[in-house]
């Protein structure tokens, strides 16, 4: 398996995975780093908590944000706060040595004037839950006009949680040229019509399931 710096991350982001303690990419990451840092083929993995898929799409939506735009340029969409605030998380620490590099949280239950605030400042990367996210859109507080890349993250939970009108709202304001990275543990029948309507050829990533080992 290739390494990290094999896989052409630069060097702030090879200095944070240092820093984590992570030796070398996870299945998941080994297969989805090289393709999206060589391509904008839109992404379907099946992949699910533990198997290291915030960096799989993490890494590479860091490695190719441009800081000298502060105009917002990737979103992730997530199902809860705690997982919004969680991939936040974890995207500042892939980013700690990125000079320039904003990343903002919006979700719901917290104060929408604070994470307006925050987005002011000019956010590359929006980490959000699709309700407060449509809600800001419609408040033209966050622009997506900008977006090259869209991460749906537990893709199956946001649809199970009825999140489709707002899902479609979003993907629906944003440029036509931009790639979708779709994760999602299941791919159920309401997955593959959000797949059908929004990507276009996408690639198929999947990987085992973590909890094999523990089974047996
Ligand atoms: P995730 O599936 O993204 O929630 O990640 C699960 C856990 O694996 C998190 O605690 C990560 O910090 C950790 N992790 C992610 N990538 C690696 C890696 N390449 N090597 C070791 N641990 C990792």
């Known amino acids: 398996m290739e390494s990290f710096e094999e896989i052409g991350l630069s060097g702030a982001i090879l200095k944070a995975i240092n820093d984590l303690g992570f030796e070398k990419p996870t299945p998941i990451q080994a297969q989805a780093i090289p393709l999206l ?100 859109l419609k408040r033209k507080r966050l622009v997506l006009d900008n977006i090259n890349r869209v991460v749906l993250d537990e893709a199956d939970e946001m649809l199970t949680m009825g999140f489709k009108d707002e899902l479609d709202a979003i993907l629906g304001a944003m440029p036509e040229e931009k790639q979708i990275l779709l994760f999602s543990a299941t791919m159920s029948k309401r997955i593959r019509s959000i797949t059908k309507t929004y990507m276009d050829d996408p690639a198929q990533i999947e990987t085992e399931r973590v909890n094999t080992a523990a089974k047996n």
């Open 37 to 136: 840092l060589s391509s904008d083929q839109d992404v379907i993995a099946s992949a699910q908590t533990g198997t290291g898929k915030t960096g799989a799409f993490g890494l590479p939506l860091l490695h190719m944000t441009d800081v000298d735009d502060s105009s917002t340029q990737g979103l992730v969409l997530c199902p809860t706060r705690e997982l919004c605030l969680q991939i936040t998380k974890d995207l500042q620490q892939f980013g700690k040595y990125i000079k320039g590099l904003n990343i903002v949280a919006v979700y719901g239950g917290a104060s929408i004037r604070d994470q307006i605030r925050a987005l002011n400042k000019g956010a590359q990367i929006v980490v959000a839950t699709p309700g407060r996210a449509k809600d800001l």
